[in-house]
């Protein structure tokens, strides 16, 4: 009992080791067939001196808890006392809080089974699962669907049929970007000291940068080019990937780099919507059918031009020999790595669908595959023509595991 319900019942503490304090010397020397008598004498008085306890008297009786203790601290609390009452009686061990009363008795009880059922979940489930290949634009935000908004009213397409398009930006854009050009500085200091140490890598890397400067995708600014007001320079680094077949080394430019404002440039843009199935969706539909058909479309974030307003969004410093000066360059197209890049790319691909499917046999292409119908149709003309599909091994990745074909599937689509 604690000390609050003692105060509350008025009940005086009272001494009762002095009866049992001979009970471990006791217990040591125990005989079952010499002392059991003696252990029934001894219980009968233990049991006289403790029926004035209420808290002992009612010890089956549930009442509010005041402390739970985890079973993880229960055997630091337990101290070396211990009294084996004999065969299927509890056994008495000596605590911090006092003796504590554990173990089986004869007493018969009655079990009890309870089974519970329930069909919500169920349903649930089964709802998720047939709703598993739609798309719901219901629980789009207020955020992603200013995204939508915005990209609505400011793509425009060049003369030569690019798509422009413009960050989405936060109310506090302004404020959240500061100076990012001394960090840019060290990043590419740093750079440079790790291309020294790998000639290979340092020939690729410039060769990248090199292509970037011929395709257009990023320009030379003038060495005396002021810098507006919103301007942000990206660091950058090399990353190599072997498995790739295409280009082995790229460079990723980090939007993530914090400003002089504690913030960097993708936590002062908007992310945007997601415009593609969910993988789910994609595997379910790529593992349907014996044979599918994979498109690639190259450098598809690169296809998307910026609007000039926002190319000082993404500058970039640069030099081809440490013995020339930094210069400073403009990306002009959507940079992968910033965040509202994906939905910019995807959105343009499904506009460009919009806009010229009308007009050419895009836009058949591009029903016919989006179709149930017309894909079951295209794979029973390939089986009526006795064209023989040799499909790739069992062991493969598509074949040996959905969480692979899901990494696949997503970056084909």
Partial sequence: ???????????????????????????????????????AIRLGKLDTLMENFEAIQEFNVSRKVDLIIGA??????????????????????????????????????????CCVSTLESIDRNLERFWKVDELDWSNITPSEQYCEDFYTKTVSRESCGRYMVKYPKKEQFSAMVGNSHLHAVRRLQSLERKLDKDEVLKKNYHDFLAEFLELGHMRELAGDAVDPPNVFYLPH????????????????????????????????????PVIQDDPLSLV???????????????????????????????????????????????????????????????????QLADDEGAKNELHALYKMLTNHTEIDRIATSFAKEGITWHMIPPRAPNFGGLWEAAVKVAKRC
Avoid at 21 to 34: C, K, L
Avoid at 242 to 270: I, P
């Fill in 237 to 272: 680094h090399a990353v190599l990937k072997d498995s790739s077949t295409t280009t082995k080394v790229r460079s990723v430019f980090d939007g993530s780099a914090k400003t002089g404002t504690g913030y960097s440039l993708n936590d002062a843009l908007l992310i945007g």
């Fill in 72 to 113: 993880e601290y229960f055997f630091t609390m337990l101290k070396g006392g211990r009294i084996n009452l004999g065969t299927s009686f509890p056994i008495l061990a000596e605590s911090v809080f006092d003796w504590v009363v554990s173990g089986k008795t004869d007493f018969e009880t009655q079990n009890v089974t």
């Fill in 1 to 39: 009992m604690s000390e609050k319900k003692m105060k509350q019942k008025e009940l005086k503490r009272q001494n009762i080791m002095d009866s049992i304090s001979r009970i471990e010397m006791f217990v040591t020397n125990y005989n079952e067939d010499r002392d059991l008598q003696e252990v």
């Fill in 284 to 350: 379910i539909r790529f593992r349907k059918y014996k044979v599918a058909l994979l498109a690639d479309i190259e450098k598809m974030y690169r296809q998307v031009s910026i609007h000039p307003d926002d190319r000082p969004l993404q500058r970039v410093l640069w030099r081809f020999s440490q013995d020339e000066p930094i210069a400073k360059y403009e990306l002009t197209t959507v940079t992968y790595e910033l965040a509202p890049s994906s939905f910019l790319a995807t959105r343009t691909l499904k």
